[in-house]
Nanobody
Framework: QVKLVESGGDLVQAGGSLRLTCTAS????????MGWFRQSPGNEREVVSCIGRSSVSIYYTDSVLGRFTISRDNAKNTLYLQMNSLEPDDAAMYYCAADVSIYDLGWGRKCSSLTKTNWGQGTQVTVSS
């Protein structure tokens, strides 16, 4: 059974940093494209960043580009999201996802979840202004 456990969420002041961690079990994460999604109250879940199996393909949503860094350690079955220069709009529940799709369109790269995507329970990030 696949299990994804997120940690690292916290209350932080605007401009601060957090590092989210997702530990996977029940799968070899190195065989799966992974990602981070977030959802704030009243909004739909949105993709934040995704990373391919060998860390070559990476996607960031425009609003976090240059501030967030996704990485993975396949030997540890662990996914990370380093978040710097946090803004109040970054406040949300952050979810780890296994088996997402990164795809290239003529005008750019996208990432999306799939029907087979496995989700963690989430970790809360709160940013005070």
């Amino acid at each position: 059974q696949v299990k994804l456990v997120e940690s690292g969420g916290d209350l932080v002041q605007a401009g601060g940093s957090l590092r989210l961690t997702c530990t996977a079990s029940g799968l070899s994460s190195g065989n799966h494209t992974m990602g981070w999604f977030r959802q704030s109250p009243g909004n739909e879940r949105e993709v934040v960043s995704c990373i391919g199996r060998s860390s070559v393909s990476i996607y960031y949503t425009d609003s976090v580009l240059g501030r967030f860094t996704i990485s993975r350690d396949n030997a540890k079955n662990t996914l990370y999201l380093q978040m710097n220069s946090l803004e109040p709009d970054d406040a949300a529940m952050y979810y780890c996802a296994a088996d997402v799709s990164i795809y290239d369109l003529g005008w750019g790269r996208k990432c999306s979840s799939l029907t087979k995507t496995n989700w963690g329970q989430g970790t809360q990030v709160t940013v005070s202004s």
